[in-house]
């Protein structure tokens, strides 16, 4: 399978605690992107990486978050200190962009659950 | 603020009719469109795209038809099977130079009933 794969698929964590999560994106693809959902909501956009560089950010992407994607390939999202608020589905996405391609589609792994107590 | 809307929660709809799934924008700035398919426990599935130079793009069952005046675009499934069984999602971004984030609306439930 060669799709967008994340690490874990389920996290329970006590509030206050860091966690860590892992992506690994379609190989060929140069850019990936971190959105979050919660329940009865659409997939809110986080950050975006070209390659190494980090791009984007969000306004939702608090001090306590930091991404990385240090050789341009897999990449990890971190949240200090957890919230309550924070317990949502964390998704991971990639695509290839060259140019103006006139084609934005991103593909999207199966997702992080995490559960703040 | 919802720049992306998708008013009906949930839609039945026959097997082997016709789906219809509506969503309206309000940033005049997005010119590209996406489809996206969800089943619970999964990431979302891309579908189908159009961009502001077209009206309309087909794929198989499915076409998404935009139009720019009215901020709104539909994507139509048909004929529909058990299997598009779903949440749908319409997505919007800024082509070219804008923001590269996808803008999401809370989705449409999908229940082809048998």
């Known amino acids: 399978d060669t799709g967008v794969s994340q690490d874990p698929r389920h996290k329970i964590t006590k509030r206050g605690q860091n966690v860590t999560f892992r992506c690994d994106p379609i190989?060929?693809?140069?850019?990936l992107y971190w959105y979050r959902q919660t329940l009865g909501q659409g997939p809110e956009f986080l950050t975006y990486f070209q390659n190494e560089a980090q791009l984007e950010k969000s306004r939702l992407l608090s001090d306590r978050f930091s991404a990385e994607r240090p050789k341009g390939s897999f990449s990890t999202l971190e949240i200090q200190r957890t919230e309550q608020g924070d317990s949502a589905m964390y998704l991971c996405?990639?695509?290839?962009?060259?140019?103006?391609?006139?084609?934005?589609?991103?593909?999207f792994g199966p997702g992080t659950r995490l559960t703040v107590t | 603020d919802q720049q992306v809307k998708q008013n009906s929660p949930s839609l039945s709809v026959q097997e082997g009719r016709i789906s219809i799934l509506n969503c309206d924008y309000t940033?005049?700035?997005?010119?590209?469109f996406l489809w996206y398919k969800k089943y619970p426990a999964e990431g979302p599935t891309f579908l189908i795209s159009i961009s502001s130079i077209k009206d309309k793009n087909e794929d198989g069952r499915f076409t998404v038809f935009l139009n720019k005046s009215a901020k709104h675009l539909s994507l139509h499934i048909v004929p529909s099977q058990p299997g598009d069984s779903a949440v749908y999602f319409c997505?919007?971004?800024?082509?070219?130079?804008?923001?590269?984030?996808?803008?999401f609306g809370k989705g449409t439930h999908l229940i082809i009933q048998p």
């Open positions: 996405a990639s695509s290839f962009s060259l140019g103006a391609s006139g084609r934005y589609e991103q593909y």
């Open positions: 997505a919007a971004k800024e082509e070219g130079g804008g923001a590269d984030g996808l803008t």
């Open positions: 190989s060929e693809h140069n850019r």
């Open positions: 940033n005049s700035m997005f010119d590209y």
